[in-house]
């Protein structure tokens, strides 16, 4: 039986079987699991036979970039950026063009990204969301590298598919370090690509050079969480070097990712509350696959795609370049995957996982991936050194929470891999203490009697990793920000 089959027989027998819901998505998250191990054995020696049968050539492996330096992962937000103020809606585009990975078992690859009003996805390779409401104006300063240091040596451009003007005058080629002025009105609401549109503009788009553009429509009725999802494709060339054009042409891609890095919400699954409207933004930027965006557990209430309006639907069929929103809840708290229901591009990377606030983390969650690890590559700032996997807690800080992968660890030095996905600073502080952490105090910050370890404070978007040596007993792990422990950031720990 082929993995596929595996795979897609495991589910329809959770389900037929009648099992609880709870074990059927269980179930269904251990088969993406293995089946997704199964297919980066494809990229071993080991595993030639199974590479030959899907004949594609596998990109270089981590191991073969030696001496290679790279930016090291971080987390990329998933919650879409707010509409910005003002009447006219300013975005000045950048390019950056620097080199990451895109898979952790996989070499680091050449990327040209888009920064959007300074912002930047350092450790991947995406471009983030442009958010304007429907009859907005946009004014874009386009600028291909604004300074040096930004790597940029080629000319680019950029073409937006929710504007209508004349492309032969807005999209056209700027060299490094000049700029041009882009104004038009969102006069349609939707999710749109933008992308870099110079020759060859397959080369462009798939080193990473396009994103969404989400025109909000007017009354767009408000929900609990707004998430953002763009597909994309990788396809990687000599370890650090540009992507590989031959494969491109022949749409054979190494890796397919959300946002940017594969899988990165599955070892990192995205936090949300049971029975909480969701709407996620979901584009497939391509440039040449298809995605058939779906989540596993549920069934979307209504869909958005490119003005049409759809209902009870469980998955939505996205041509290169389309996009639209898919509104739906979880209604039992548990760990929900959403894929590319094309499987054979899902084990390329475009799965993760939305995970309920009152679930336990799934099974087989780590830490991240120590990045930059490569021999002989030097260590970067801020980077994470090899983590061993029995002995990192996983700590995701927001509004207003702390979201730990495990509620206790056995004694000995402990790594707090602490990733703050909020959209304010947060700070994660290690008290040891017998009080329970919810009774520490009423104010707007609370004593902190028994500090052992603290990472500092953590903007929004970032991540601090501290190691701290802890004796076994009870402790409380609190956010301490004026307001923040009161607002809810605070959770027991227990160490054994
Ligand atoms: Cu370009």
Redesign the pocket.
């Known amino acids: 039986m082929s993995v596929t089959d595996k795979n897609t027989v495991s589910e329809r027998l959770a389900l037929v079987a009648g099992l609880s819901a709870f074990t059927a998505f269980l179930a269904i998250v251990v088969a993406l699991f293995s089946y997704s191990e199964s297919s980066s054995v494809a990229a071993t020696p080991a595993g030639n036979q199974v590479a030959a049968a899907t004949s594609r050539a596998p990109g270089p492996p981590l191991s073969a970039a030696e001496g290679v330096k790279f930016e090291p992962y971080k987390f990329v937000d998933p919650t879409l950026p707010a509409v910005p103020a003002g009447a006219v809606k300013r975005f000045t585009v950048d390019v950056e063009q620097h080199v990451t990975q895109v898979s952790p078992d996989l070499a680091p690859t050449e990327a ?1 990204t888009y920064r959007i009003n300074g912002q930047a996805t350092p450790g991947t390779a995406t471009s983030l969301p442009i958010v304007v409401n429907e009859g907005d104006s946009v004014s874009i300063k386009f600028v291909n590298g604004s300074t040096k240091s930004l790597g940029v040596n080629m000319p ?2 950029i073409d937006f598919h929710s504007a209508e003007v004349a492309p032969n005058k807005n999209y056209v080629d700027v060299m490094p370090g000049k700029s041009i002025d882009i104004n038009f009105d969102a006069k349609h609401p939707g999710v749109f690509m933008y992308h ?1 549109a ?1 020759q060859p503009v397959l080369m ?1 788009t798939s080193a990473g ?1 396009m994103g969404m553009m989400v025109v909000k429509p007017k009354n767009l009725a408000p929900v609990d969480r707004e998430l953002w999802m763009t597909q994309e494709e990788y396809y990687l060339g000599e370890p650090g070097k540009a992507a590989d054009m031959e494969k491109m042409a022949a749409e054979t891609p190494d890796v397919i990712a959300f946002n940017g890095y594969a899988n990165q919400y599955k070892t990192h699954p995205i936090t949300v509350k049971a029975g909480e409207k969701i709407r996620m933004y979901v584009l497939d930027a391509g440039p040449s696959k298809w995605s058939a965006f779906h989540v596993i557990g549920t069934v979307f209430d209504t869909t958005h795609f490119e003005g049409v309006v759809g209902h009870d639907s469980q998955t939505v069929s996205l041509a290169p370049s389309q996009g639209g929103w898919v509104e739906f809840t979880l209604d039992a708290e548990g760990n929900y995957p959403f894929v590319t229901h094309a499987f054979g591009d899902m084990v390329k990377g475009a799965a993760g996982i939305l995970h309920t606030s009152g679930a336990p983390m799934p099974a087989g969650v780590t830490a991240p991936v120590a990045s930059g690890a490569a021999a002989g590559a030097k260590k970067m700032p801020g980077m994470s050194g090899s983590m061993g996997a029995g002995n990192t807690v996983h700590a995701n800080l927001g509004e207003m929470f702390i979201k730990l992968n495990t509620a206790s660890m056995a004694s000995g030095l402990i790594t707090f891999d602490t990733h703050n996905i909020g959209a304010v600073g947060h700070e994660l502080v290690i008290l040891k203490t017998d009080k329970a952490a919810a009774s520490l105090g009423s104010g707007a910050t609370v004593p902190e009697a028994g500090r052992v370890g603290e990472t500092g404070d953590i903007a929004a978007g970032k991540s601090k990793t501290i190691k701290v040596k802890l004796a076994s007993g009870h402790y409380a792990l609190i956010c301490n920000i004026a307001g923040h422990y009161a607002g809810g950031m605070r959770t027991d720990f227990t160490v054994k």
């Open positions: 040209w680019h451009s870099c110079t462009h050079m």
